[in-house]
């Protein structure tokens, strides 16, 4: 099992940025896809952003070019890079890990406009 932390979230005005970090316990963390889901009130969770273990990256249509994805396997973590923020991007985010299916606990992002 791999534990997940999430950071980073925040109250922050349209247009503005906030950068994400989710720290992974264990061994496997260079090797596993790392995902970030959102859910927003009332709807489903959503995938954000895949990264692979070698560094391939895709979004979904709603954040492309304003959200990157990246990784650094020394640190054991996984970082979303969140710019020109929308009041639609308000949502708890999540850190998911493909190989064990592990969950962090989520971060509150709030977008004012």
């Not at 790392?34 to 954040?63: C, F, H």
Request: hydrophobic share 30%.
């Amino acid at each position: 099992q791999v534990q997940l932390v999430e950071s980073g979230g925040g109250l922050v005005q349209a247009g503005g940025s906030l950068r994400l970090s989710c720290a992974a316990s264990g061994s496997t963390f260079s090797i596993s896809v790392m995902d970030w889901y959102r859910q927003a009130p009332e709807k489903q969770r959503e995938l954000v952003a895949v990264i692979s273990s070698g560094g391939s990256t895709n979004y979904a249509d709603s954040v492309k070019g304003r959200f990157t994805i990246s990784r650094d396997n020394a640190k054991n973590t996984v970082y979303l890079q969140m710019n020109s923020l929308k009041p639609d991007d308000t949502a708890v985010y999540y850190c998911h890990e493909r190989l064990y299916n592990s969950w962090g606990q989520g971060t509150q992002v709030t977008v004012s406009s």
